[in-house]
């Protein structure tokens, strides 16, 4: 289904405050941005979750829970949604979002191939550990970010994303186990502090827009609403990938996926700190599995010996109560255990 996006004939674009807040704390916050067109987000993303009736496994598209039956669909995420149908690729260039992300990262915009909606379900949303989107696909410069669009309400209950403000500007931190990509910060090795960690509310239709170093994850869904959002990722259009064009080696597709401006082939080089992600997580046997399976859940006791101090996000973090990754292949974390964020 493609429908033509309404958008509001002068779109907003970010205040010198909001601005400011990016650059300083490294994400925002931005009210009311899809307006008309959440309906239709809610209404596309609806179809596609409801064509998991039938489904077997999971496909290139969705992600299924472990409680996943064909009679009984769950969707814990939608991949690629650009690729899952021509509205989101459209929404991708929404006026109001491009709006916004260009006093951030210029003129020229790039969509990266990847993306998701994560569905966060009522009653046992997964929480997501902390990582950096860095890590996943560091860039030639750090004109790079994530938008998250919101089609529920996002509060305490809910799993909010949780942010590290300022991390954007400390250092890039390992996101490997045994030698292996995990997608996730080891906090207690890493000698991270995560109590000054804020939640993010805002009603649907905003957009969070945070930048690919910050430091962010989110916690578990308590409550009996689901909670979805969709990860759009961004780039100026010289920030070139380091890992290699995404997907299909193919320039005509990279600069297919320009939504703003015109692409270049010189990337702008920047003195930014990079760790190359090693070793896919998608290729990690079963032993290296277990054995990032043992870190992470070393990981979540560390964080409930850390929660001692009574910050407010301890007791949240320390509900992480155990990790089993989604390493890819047709395994896929329990419901309500951690999971890692995907490229
Ligand atoms: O869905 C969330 O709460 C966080 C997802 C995320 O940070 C990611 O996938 O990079």
Same mark, same amino acid.
């Given at each position: 289904m493609?429908i033509?996006m309404r ?7 970010l205040?010198?405050?909001q601005?400011a807040q ?5 994400y925002?916050l931005?009210?009311d941005v ?5 309906a239709?987000l ?6 596609i ?8 496994d999971?496909?290139n598209?969705l992600d299924?829970e ?13 991949k ?13 260039a929404?006026?109001g ?16 191939a990847?993306?998701?909606i994560n569905?966060k ?5 997964s929480p997501?550990?902390w990582?950096?989107?860095?890590a996943f696909y560091?860039h030639?410069?750090q ?6 669009i ?10 909010p994303?949780?942010?590290l403000?300022g991390?954007?500007?400390?250092p ?6 045994h030698? /292996?990509?995990?997608? !996730?910060i080891d906090?207690a090795?890493e000698? =991270?502090?995560?109590?000054?960690? &804020?939640?993010? @509310?805002? $009603? ?5 827009i ?9 916690g578990v869904?308590?409550s009996?609403r ?7 990722e961004y780039?100026?259009a010289? /920030?070139w990938?380091? !890992?290699?064009?995404?997907h299909?080696?193919? =320039?005509?597709?990279?600069?297919? &996926?320009?939504? @703003?401006g $015109?692409?270049?082939?010189r990337?702008?080089l920047?003195d930014?700190?990079v760790?190359m992600p ?5 290729r990690?046997?079963g032993?290296?599995?277990r054995?990032i ?17 009574g910050a407010?996000l301890a007791? &949240?973090?320390?509900s992480f109560?155990?990790?089993k ?5 047709k ?8 999971t890692?964020?995907?490229?």
């Amino acid at each position: 289904m493609s429908i033509v996006m309404r958008q509001l004939p002068v779109m907003q674009s970010l205040t010198q405050a909001q601005i400011a807040q990016y650059r300083a704390d490294g994400y925002v916050l931005v009210q009311d941005v899809l307006d008309d067109t959440l309906a239709d987000l809610c209404r596309v993303t609806d179809e596609i979750v409801a064509s998991a009736q039938g489904v077997e496994d999971h496909t290139n598209i969705l992600d299924l829970e472990a409680s996943h039956t064909p009679d009984a669909p769950r969707v814990r995420r939608i991949k690629q949604p650009h690729l899952a149908d021509p509205f989101y690729r459209e929404l991708a260039a929404h006026g109001g979002i491009m709006a916004a992300l260009e006093p951030l990262i210029g003129d020229n915009i790039r969509l990266r191939a990847g993306g998701k909606i994560n569905m966060k379900s009522a009653d046992y949303g997964s929480p997501v550990e902390w990582h950096q989107d860095w890590a996943f696909y560091p860039h030639t410069n750090q004109d790079v970010l994530a938008v998250g669009i919101l089609l529920d309400d996002m509060d305490a209950d809910n799993g909010p994303l949780l942010v590290l403000p300022g991390s954007h500007r400390g250092p890039v931190y390992d996101h490997h186990s045994h030698g /292996a990509f995990c997608g !996730a910060i080891d906090v207690a090795r890493e000698g =991270l502090d995560v109590s000054g960690a &804020r939640e993010l @509310h805002g $009603e649907a239709g905003s957009i969070t827009i945070h930048h690919a170093r910050l430091v962010h994850g989110s916690g578990v869904n308590k409550s009996d609403r689901q909670r979805r959002v969709l990860f759009f990722e961004y780039a100026a259009a010289d /920030a070139w990938p380091l !890992a290699g064009i995404e997907h299909l080696n193919d =320039l005509e597709d990279f600069n297919g &996926r320009m939504v @703003h401006g $015109e692409p270049t082939l010189r990337p702008r080089l920047e003195d930014v700190p990079v760790k190359m992600p090693k070793g896919r997580s998608t290729r990690i046997s079963g032993r290296s599995r277990r054995r990032i399976s043992n870190t992470l859940t070393e990981l979540c006791d560390g964080r409930l010996r850390r929660g001692g101090g009574g910050a407010p996000l301890a007791g &949240r973090v320390s509900s992480f109560a155990c990790a089993k990754l989604g390493l890819g292949g047709k395994r896929q974390p329990r419901e309500g255990s951690a999971t890692v964020a995907v490229a």
